[in-house]
């Protein structure tokens, strides 16, 4: 089979491979293997190129999530998902909603299964007879596991109520207090039991644990933005100091994120759950390893 071929399908490939594993460099080493096999089979040997690179592709993904599951249960502190930049999620509105970072946390809680033909059904619109042929089940097992996926979403999926344009001022508003010790401007912006969750993943400073309430959250961002906590951060980073530390909004996971860098690279990511008006979680990226595709 050829390259160019192959190449047609990849977006697909790595888009779906990323939904299940939520990672962005296992995705590729996915589209990889898929290439290295689909590379040693026949010119025509699949009558639909596609279904059959979509089934090899899901399959590989599934075997490395099943792995991927044991040792997340080793990490250190809470695991988030790695991050991709979505610069042009006005053309693929509905396709960048599935890989917002709060439902990829939902997909976590899922089995592999689960998630596998949610992400089929729900992102790329397979129906559950063509999901079945990629998985190996039949139709009626799939529509099961569809369905018991769907409603297990459907409860723990945060209500993203507001358009892009809304969550992107209230997360300038969030820069803007947190950057300017604002303790109560900040606090006004929080859900009274709003979260924040934070992967360090052990190699830099976030919290091992889930802070919960609006004075905790808003003290600690607070901490974290003052000329001491920025320093205290970027050490644990090894970084040299002085650096040329630089704060703006961009779009990450389909979303507004708070993306701070240090001297050129992306050190943290902070994205916004927002609901009523008002910020209900507080994601905080910022194991090194997890910024390599922003």
Same mark, same amino acid.
Request: glycine residues 8%; hydrophobic residues 45%.
């Given at each position: 089979?050829?390259?160019?071929?192959?190449?047609?399908?990849?977006?697909?490939?790595?888009?779906?491979?990323?939904?299940?594993?939520?990672?962005?460099?296992?995705?590729?080493?996915?589209?990889?293997?898929?290439?290295?096999?689909?590379?040693?089979?026949?010119?025509?040997?699949?009558?639909?190129?596609?279904?059959?690179?979509?089934?090899?592709?899901?399959?590989?993904?599934?075997?490395?999530?099943?792995?991927?599951?044991? *040792?997340?249960?080793?990490?250190?502190?809470?695991?988030?998902?790695?991050?991709?930049?979505?610069?042009?999620?006005?053309?693929?509105?509905?396709?960048?909603?599935?890989?917002?970072?709060?439902?990829?946390?939902?997909?976590?809680?899922?089995?592999?299964?689960?998630?596998?033909?949610?992400?089929?059904?729900?992102?790329?619109?397979?129906?559950?007879?063509?999901?079945?042929?990629?998985?190996?089940?039949?139709?009626?097992?799939?529509?099961?596991?569809?369905?018991?996926?769907?409603?297990?979403?459907?409860?723990?999926?945060?209500?993203?109520?507001?358009? *892009?344009?809304?969550?992107?001022?209230?997360?300038?508003?969030?820069?803007?207090?947190?950057?300017?010790?604002?303790?109560?401007?900040?606090?006004?912006?929080?859900?009274?039991?709003?979260?924040?969750?934070?992967?360090?993943?052990?190699?830099?400073?976030?919290? *091992?644990?889930?802070?919960?309430?609006?004075?905790?959250?808003?003290?600690?961002?607070?901490?974290?933005?003052?000329?001491?906590?920025?320093?205290?951060?970027?050490?644990?980073?090894?970084?040299?100091?002085?650096?040329?530390?630089?704060?703006?909004?961009?779009?990450?996971?389909?979303?507004?994120?708070?993306?701070?860098?240090?001297?050129?690279?992306?050190?943290?990511?902070?994205?916004?759950?927002?609901?009523?008006?008002?910020?209900?979680?507080?994601?905080?990226?910022?194991?090194?390893?997890?910024?390599?595709?922003?």
């Amino acid at each position: 089979m050829t390259a160019l071929s192959f190449s047609e399908h990849r977006k697909i490939l790595l888009g779906v491979a990323y939904r299940i594993l939520g990672s962005v460099t296992d995705a590729e080493d996915v589209v990889q293997e898929t290439w290295l096999r689909w590379s040693q089979l026949p010119e025509g040997y699949a009558d639909d190129e596609r279904a059959y690179l979509v089934r090899i592709a899901t399959n590989l993904a599934l075997d490395r999530l099943r792995q991927a599951k044991s *040792r997340r249960e080793s990490y250190v502190g809470p695991w988030l998902p790695e991050l991709v930049s979505t610069p042009d999620v006005a053309e693929e509105a509905e396709l960048a909603d599935t890989v917002e970072l709060a439902l990829l946390v939902v997909l976590e809680t899922l089995s592999p299964l689960e998630r596998a033909v949610f992400v089929l059904r729900e992102a790329f619109g397979y129906s559950h007879a063509e999901i079945g042929a990629i998985l190996g089940r039949d139709e009626p097992a799939i529509r099961q596991l569809a369905k018991r996926a769907r409603d297990h979403v459907r409860e723990r999926r945060p209500r993203f109520d507001v358009d *892009r344009g809304e969550r992107r001022a209230i997360t300038e508003r969030f820069v803007s207090a947190a950057a300017g010790g604002d303790l109560d401007g900040l606090t006004a912006l929080l859900a009274k039991d709003v979260t924040l969750v934070g992967d360090g993943g052990g190699k830099a400073r976030a919290p *091992r644990n889930v802070l919960a309430g609006a004075a905790n959250v808003a003290r600690f961002l607070l901490a974290i933005a003052s000329e001491r906590g920025v320093s205290r951060f970027l050490n644990d980073l090894s970084a040299d100091l002085p650096a040329d530390l630089t704060i703006e909004i961009g779009d990450v996971n389909g979303g507004p994120a708070v993306v701070v860098q240090a001297d050129g690279r992306v050190v943290a990511v902070l994205s916004l759950v927002v609901a009523d008006g008002l910020v209900e979680t507080v994601y905080v990226v910022a194991n090194p390893e997890k910024m390599s595709h922003l």
